[in-house]
């Protein structure tokens, strides 16, 4: 079993930043990728970002220029960098890493960005 918790969220002012950490713990043999979800009130859950083992990065078109991610390294940990933070990215972040094959979830963090 793998363990993700997520930290870092919080409240910002639009134009604002924040980042996010996701660590994970427990029986890790191999990282494949990790990631990052949110899900804002009534919508669906989107992809937000993800990172491979290789460090390929891929992004949301509503997040490209402004969020990064990095990570994956020794200590199992994936950043997430929120710049230029909008309103419409109010949402709660989900963690995602795929270890061995097998997906995990974190439990989230809110992030709320006022006007």
């Known amino acids: 079993q793998v363990q993700l918790v997520e930290s870092g969220g919080g409240l910002a002012q639009a134009g604002g930043s924040l980042r996010l950490s996701c660590a994970a713990s427990?029986?890790?043999?191999?990282?494949?990728?990790m990631g990052w979800y949110r899900q804002a009130p009534g919508k669906q859950r989107e992809l937000v970002a993800t990172i491979t083992s290789g460090g390929s990065t891929t992004y949301a078109d509503s997040v490209k220029g402004r969020f990064s991610i990095s990570g994956l390294n020794a200590k199992n940990t994936a950043f997430l960098q929120m710049n230029s933070l909008k309103p419409e990215d109010t949402a709660v972040y989900y963690c995602?890493?795929?270890?061995?094959?097998?997906?995990?979830w974190g439990r989230g963090t809110q992030v709320t960005v006022s006007s």
């Open positions: 995602i890493g795929k270890f061995g094959g097998v997906t995990y």
């Open positions: 427990g029986s890790i043999f191999r990282i494949d990728a």
